[in-house]
């Protein structure tokens, strides 16, 4: 039974490890992978050092290997199966893991009966101890605090070029400069990005403005899709969007310490009813260091359209809130959750209406695009995945000095 133990141990440490060690996407990740090939190289020493403690008996130190085995064997396995309870889909490890910690606890046992030779226990003990302390250090580290660490993120910033007119002098045109700057020490992929200009009607009161209408402007500010100022002349109204565009592609992505530029050109009429123009420039983002994203991030459908979209974006649009829909395929960062986890995949939602523009991304499993995860398992989503949301403006300029022109 022991052998047994020792080998289905060594096989799916070792497959684990090297998988780990290899391709998982942090420094805790490889040493992890590492460890668990030093620990299946144990495991396999054990098996053979078990067969000679019980038979001949040549080695006199077989009872010590046999027991190191276990005893590492046992850690290890005990390690594993709270990981693939905590995060693991598949019944099948859990059940797999707690068969072997079991297996392992009785050959822990089962050898210590046999009245093994320890020389020097005290150092024996230290040792075991001491590598014991590692693993579950590093163990902890991967799993609980670096899932919860300080989140990074990159900065988007807006400025606006002086307007042109047409040589008709009956359009005009205001140049816009999108740069997105990443000054921390991992990448991020850009699962969805948008700009679109509000226009603003903002006619001024002949005189002071009431208390009362001060309050109704402030009622809006419960509202998150945007703020009105309170002002003693200008009554202010909601924006209509005049222009939306994304401005990155998608699934491209930005290496640490990088700058991303780009340039977008608003257009207008220079008999616009706008007072002002205001301008807003959105990212999703997801880091490197916590999924592989499967390239390409392929289109799916439009919410207007005979493509399968959730049903919750139906009822959006509806309202006027149109959307177009793409997905792709994500891994996870190291190779237990790959192995222990069902298939996942990305959808990000281009949203856009009257009232603007957006972009919503969801990691989830494939067919459960209808359910909305509660707050709790969307928060444990976005530190798993290290999904980051920017967001930038409203940059607002005024356009009378442009109608002053015509």
């Known amino acids: 039974m022991i052998v047994v133990v020792f080998l289905l141990t060594t096989l799916l440490l070792a497959r684990f490890g090297l998988e780990g060690f290899v391709h998982d996407l942090t420094f805790p990740g490889r040493i992890t992978g590492a460890v668990l090939l030093a620990v299946a190289f144990t495991t396999l020493v054990g098996a053979a050092a078990i067969l000679d403690h019980c038979t001949r008996q040549s080695f006199p130190y077989s009872g010590l290997v046999a027991l190191t085995g276990a005893f590492a064997a046992l850690v290890t396995n005990a390690m594993l199966l709270v990981q693939t309870v905590k995060n693991g889909d598949s019944a099948t490890y859990p059940v797999l893991f707690g068969v072997l910690t079991a ?167 220079t008999d616009t009813p706008y007072d002002q123009v205001a301008l807003y420039a959105t990212a999703s983002l997801a880091r490197k260091d916590r999924l592989v994203l499967q390239p390409p991030l392929d289109f799916v459908a439009y919410s207007w359209g005979k493509g399968k979209v959730p049903r919750w974006v139906k009822e959006q649009q509806k309202t006027g809130l149109d959307s177009l829909v793409y997905r792709a395929r994500v891994h996870e960062n190291n190779a237990i959750d790959e192995r222990t986890r069902d298939p996942r995949f990305v959808t990000v939602y281009w949203r856009f209406s009257t009232h603007g523009a957006s972009v919503q991304t969801s990691i989830g499993r494939k067919g459960e695009e209808n359910r909305i995860a509660p707050p709790e398992e969307a928060r444990d989503l976005v530190s798993r995945y290290g999904l980051v949301d920017l967001i930038a403006g409203p940059v607002e300029r005024t356009l009378w000095d442009i109608k002053s022109q015509r």
């Not at 500010?221 to 002349?233: D, K």
């Open 103 to 269: 297996g392992s606890a009785c050959a822990v046992f089962a050898v210590w009966r046999t009245s093994v030779a320890i020389p020097a226990p005290k150092r024996v003990a230290a040792a075991l101890i001491v590598s014991s302390v590692i693993a579950i250090a590093n163990f902890g580290y991967q799993n609980l605090y670096q899932p919860f660490q300080r989140q990074t993120r990159p900065l988007i910033t807006l400025s606006m070029g002086k307007a042109v007119l047409s040589k008709d002098r009956t359009a005009f045109a205001v140049p816009v400069d999108i740069t997105l700057r990443n000054r921390s020490d991992v990448g991020f992929y850009v699962l969805g990005t948008e700009f679109h200009a509000m226009g603003k009607k903002v006619p001024l009161s002949s005189k002071d403005r009431l208390r009362e209408q001060w309050r109704t402007d402030a009622e809006q500010w419960r509202s998150p899709s945007g703020v009105n100022p309170l002002s003693r002349r200008e009554m202010n109204q909601p924006g209509e969007m005049v222009e939306a565009q994304p401005w990155m592609p998608y699934g491209q992505w930005v290496e640490s310490n990088d700058t991303f530029a780009t340039r977008v050109v608003v257009q207008l009429p």
